[in-house]
């Protein structure tokens, strides 16, 4: 039996493809700051730092996390360029300075607001996989 031919491969022609629309720099930064809120804590720390600028206790209290913890994780945050830190005498204050933050973390809460008492619009893939298989 015949294979039939991918329909472009004997076009002389180029195959159409759509132009890039993101500049692989833009591309690079938004990889690094989606990576660095890749942690629960992290996140938490943001939601919290959403509505102003908070001190280490403020969120330690805000989170639960330890002082030590939350410390480590806005000097990540601060590493990165997504938090920045002002001294007010013996306080330091956090605030956001990456305004792609405020979006992420509208989309989470967009995207994956659970109703109250009840489970996710979605299921994870291990059961997904087990019920389109049968």
């Known amino acids: 039996m015949a294979i039939e031919q991918y329909p472009y491969a004997n076009r002389e022609e180029p195959v159409p493809t759509a132009a890039p ?21 992290r996140l ?3 939601d919290a730092l959403e509505s102003g600028e908070k001190t280490v206790t ?3 209290l805000r989170t639960g996390a330890t002082q030590a913890m939350v410390s480590q994780q806005l000097g990540i945050l601060r590493g990165r360029g997504i938090v920045g830190a002002r001294r007010a005498g013996p306080f330091v204050f956090y605030r956001i300075t990456e305004p792609k ?4 973390l509208a989309c989470i809460r967009e995207c994956d607001m659970r109703p109250a008492g ?9 059961n997904h996989q087990k019920r389109t298989q049968r």
């Open 58 to 60: 403020d969120l330690h």
């Open 118 to 126: 009840g489970a996710a619009g979605h299921s994870s893939g291990r």
């Open 21 to 41: 629309t993101l500049d692989p720099g833009v591309l690079s930064h938004a990889a690094e700051v989606i990576k660095c809120l890749g942690h629960p804590l």
């Open 101 to 104: 933050v405020y979006r992420v």
């Open 44 to 46: 938490q720390l943001l």
